[in-house]
């Protein structure tokens, strides 16, 4: 069995500053992990991937996540959060067609 | 560049309708799915196909079935719809069975059951 726990529900974060939104998973295997974001009234897009290859895997606008098999985490991050980052995070661990989504994390970016 | 259709974006039915919600992918994909998010729990899964003509059941699948005739396209169906199925439905495709590819989402439907 898989599962997935994102350990915060909302992040406030000031403009220019660093993000950091964390995801923990459990899973027997070694699975694939995702993270995806979610504008308002939009469908989720993938920021990033890992799939056993480089354990820090860099994503589009500035994300990064890394992989760290002995801590179970893969918690996302960027440098310098801009307006543009305000929407809901979603950590997911995949197997097959065993897809496990987490709570989601919403980021807030205040000016 | 990839892309998944939700027929609507906004529906309204009344309980006890059956509801058709559409799906169609241009990318050849082999897999779909259907979810529901609600706030809190994010995403479950209600069913997948992954070929013409199958399908199997995810977390959530009462109340519900699917449909998949052409490869392109896959129908979620409300048999009797009821309140607590208001909700916003994603459709999704991706590529191979590993699960090591990313899905691909529509928009959403945004379904309100009076």
């Known amino acids: 069995a898989q599962s997935v726990t994102q350990l915060d529900s909302h992040v406030s974060v000031s403009e220019g500053t660093p993000v950091l939104l964390r995801c923990n998973y459990s899973?027997?295997?070694?699975?694939?992990l995702f993270w995806y974001v979610q504008h308002p009234n939009k469908g989720l897009q993938l920021l990033l991937k890992?799939?056993?290859?480089?354990?820090l895997v860099k994503g589009i606008n500035g994300f990064e996540a890394e992989f760290k098999k002995s801590e179970t985490s893969f918690h996302l991050t960027k440098p310098s959060a801009h307006m543009s980052d305000a929407a809901e995070y979603f950590c997911?661990?995949?197997?097959?067609?065993?897809?496990?989504f987490g709570a989601g994390t919403r980021l807030t970016v205040k000016p | 560049d990839v892309k998944v259709t939700q027929s609507s974006r906004y529906l309204v039915k009344r309980t006890g309708e059956k509801v058709f919600l559409e799906c169609v992918q241009d990318?050849?994909?082999?897999?779909m799915f259907w979810y529901r998010q609600d706030p809190g729990l994010g995403l479950r899964l209600i069913y997948f196909s992954y070929d013409v003509k199958m399908k199997e059941k995810g977390d959530i699948p009462e109340g519900y079935s699917v449909s998949r005739e052409k490869k392109e396209r896959f129908s979620l169906i409300l048999e009797s719809a009821s309140t607590n199925q208001t909700s916003m439905y994603l459709c999704?495709?991706?590529?191979?069975?590993?699960?090591?590819?990313?899905?691909?989402f529509g928009d959403g439907t945004r379904l309100s059951i009076l």
């Open positions: 990318m050849d994909h082999e897999n």
């Open positions: 899973s027997s295997y070694s699975p694939s």
């Open positions: 999704a495709s991706s590529r191979g069975t590993a699960g090591d590819q990313p899905q691909h």
């Open positions: 997911v661990v995949s197997r097959v067609f065993d897809m496990r």
């Open positions: 890992y799939t056993s290859a480089a354990t």
